[in-house]
C-alpha cells in the first residue's frame, strides 16, 4: 500500500496511516522551522519532502528539501520497491528510526583548536545522520525524544585541544545555565610526558588567603584581568593587522607557527608585558591535574578552561552560552571579556569532587556513575571480554564508545541488529526503545559512555 498525504502540518499523523498494514509507503510534506539557521526575530522555515517506508521491525525514512515531485504510482505499485526507486530519484539515504542512529561529526575549528560534534544543531553547525541533517529527522516523530525539542537535545562532542603551550588553552569561561561533564581520553605525551595533563579550575585557594574578604579577591583578581586585557588588546590589534595584510579573513583560524612569526615581530617590550601579566592573571586561578579517565563535572558559575593538548569527551546540556573571563589570544566570536559583568555571580568556593558512584560491579562488568545532574545522568560502562551489559532506556541515550570494540543493540519491540561500535563511533538511540545492551566479543576490555536526560 502506498498512501500520498499531500502537505501536512503534523509529521506525526503520518504513523497512524493503516498502522497494521505492512509494507506501506506514506508520502508528504511538512514545513520544518530552521530555528538554528533563522536571523534574530525571523523564522526561518524549509518544505520537506518525506518518504516512510514500514516493515515489521523496521520504520524507513527519506528526506530531501528539493521540491521535486514524488513518483507516480499506482495501486500495483510494489511499496517497498517504489520507497527504493524514490530513494534512488532523490540520491539520499534511508534512516531507519528504530534502530540506534550513527551520528556523523561535524568539525568546528576554534582559536585553540577544535570541537567535534556529534548532536549539536545550530548556525555553526547542523550534525548528520546518513547525510540527513538530525533536525530533519527529530522533527519526524514525536516519540525519538520522548517528546523533548530538538533544540533540547543532549549536546555530545569532543574537545581536542592543540599540544601548543601557548595556542592550545581554551578560554578561562563560566556559564550560567550550562551543565557539563569531560571524560579525559587522551593526554598528548609531548605537552605532558608525565601523562598529567591539567584543566584550569574554579579559584588559588593561597591566593585567596591572600585577601580579607571575597570581595577584596574579586577586585584584585578584576584589576588583574583589566591589566593583562589591555596588552592583549594591543597586541591582538597588531596581529590582526599583520593577518589582513597577508590576506588572511577575520574570522580564519591561523596556525600557532604563523602566529609566532608575527608576535616575533612585534615590539619585545610589549611581549614580556604580556607574559608577565598573564602570569599575575593566572596566579589567581586553580590548575586540577588530570589523567586519562578522569571525570570532571562542570556545574553552573564554575570558571574553568582545558588546557592544551587534554582530549575530553563531552556530555553537556543544550546551552548556548557562556562568560569569557580572560584569553590568552583573540577572542573570534565576540569583541569583549564578560568578567566584570559576571563577576560578582561567581561563588569563588568550588565543591570538593566526589567519587564516582558503582552501580553494579561483578563478574568482569564495572558500571559507574559519572554525571547526577537534575538534567542528565552519564554513566561510564567497562566489559571484560565475552561480558555485556544492559539498561532500560526511559526516553532516549546517547552512547559513545571510549576502548576497544562495543556491540551494541536497541531492546524494543523489535530487537535491533547488533552494531559494533569502534573508540569515538557514537549513536543516539530513539525513544522507541526499551532497553540499551552493550556487550565486549573482543579479546580486550572495552568502554562506552551513556548518557540519558532526566525528563519530567
Known amino acids: 500500500m502506498i498512501v500520498s498525504l499531500g502537505l501536512i502540518t503534523d509529521p506525526q499523523t503520518a504513523f497512524a496511516i493503516n498502522a497494521d498494514v505492512v509494507p506501506r509507503c506514506v508520502l508528504f510534506k511538512f514545513s520544518h522551522n530552521q530555528f538554528y539557521n533563522a536571523a534574530p526575530n525571523q523564522t526561518g522555515t524549509v518544505e520537506l519532502s518525506v518518504i516512510l517506508l514500514f516493515e515489521k521491525g523496521s520504520r524507513q525514512v527519506a528526506i530531501i528539501n528539493n521540491q521535486d515531485t514524488f513518483l507516480a504510482f499506482d495501486k500495483k505499485t510494489d511499496p517497498i520497491a517504489h520507497f527504493k526507486t524514490q530513494m534512488d530519484y532523490w540520491n539520499v539515504n534511508a534512516i531507519d528510526l528504530l534502530n540506534p542512529w550513527k551520528l556523523q561529526t561535524e568539525h568546528i575549528k576554534k582559536p585553540w583548536g577544535q570541537e567535534i560534534w556529534y548532536t549539536g544543531i545550530e548556525a555553526r553547525g547542523v550534525c548528520r545522520v546518513n547525510d540527513t541533517p538530525l533536525p530533519w529527522l527529530l522533527d519526524l516523530d514525536e516519540n525519538i525524544l520522548s517528546g523533548q525539542s530538538s533544540a533540547d537535545i543532549l549536546l555530545l562532542k569532543i574537545l581536542d585541544p592543540l599540544p601548543d603551550s601557548q595556542y592550545g588553552e581554551l578560554y578561562f569561561e563560566v556559564h550560567e545555565h550550562k551543565i557539563e561533564v569531560y571524560v579525559v581520553t587522551h593526554v598528548d605525551s609531548d605537552a605532558w610526558p608525565s601523562g598529567t595533563g591539567q584543566i584550569r579550575y574554579g579559584f588559588s585557594p593561597k591566593k585567596r588567603a591572600l585577601y580579607p574578604t571575597d570581595q577584596a579577591f574579586k577586585a584584585a583578581y578584576l584589576q588583574s584581568v583589566q591589566q593583562y586585557q589591555s596588552v592583549r588588546n594591543q597586541i591582538d590589534g597588531l596581529l590582526e593587522t599583520k593577518k589582513q595584510s597577508d590576506g588572511h579573513a577575520a574570522s580564519e583560524v591561523v596556525s600557532p607557527t604563523q602566529q ?106 564495572l558500571v559507574e556513575t559519572i554525571a547526577e545532574f537534575p538534567e542528565f545522568t552519564a554513566i561510564r560502562v567497562t566489559l571484560n571480554p565475552s561480558q555485556a551489559y544492559e539498561m532500560n532506556i526511559e526516553h532516549y541515550g546517547l552512547v559513545i564508545g571510549v576502548a576497544g570494540c562495543s556491540v551494541v543493540s536497541q531492546g524494543g519491540p523489535n530487537r535491533a541488529k547488533n552494531i559494533n561500535m569502534e573508540v569515538e563511533q557514537a549513536y543516539l538511540i530513539p525513544g522507541t526503545a526499551t532497553s540499551l545492551k552493550l556487550a565486549n566479543r573482543s579479546e580486550k576490555n572495552t568502554v562506552a559512555l551513556v548518557a540519558v536526560p532526566n525528563l519530567k
Open 260 to 365: 609566532r612569526q608575527w608576535l616575533a615581530e612585534l615590539p619585545q617590550h610589549l611581549c614580556e608585558e604580556e607574559i608577565k601579566c598573564r602570569e599575575a592573571m593566572y596566579a589567581f586561578t586553580n590548575m586540577k591535574p588530570i589523567r586519562v579517565g578522569d571525570v570532571i563535572r562542570v556545574k553552573p558559575l564554575i570558571p574553568h578552561s582545558l588546557q592544551n593538548g587534554v582530549r575530553v569527551i563531552e556530555f553537556q546540556t543544550a546551552h548556548y552560552e557562556r562568560h569569557i573571563l580572560s584569553f590568552a589570544q583573540k577572542v573570534m566570536t565576540q569583541d569583549h571579556w564578560d568578567t566584570e559583568t559576571v563577576l560578582d555571580k561567581i561563588d569563588i568556593d568550588t565543591e570538593a569532587e566526589t567519587s564516582l558512584k558503582i552501580i553494579e560491579s561483578e563478574e568482569g562488568v
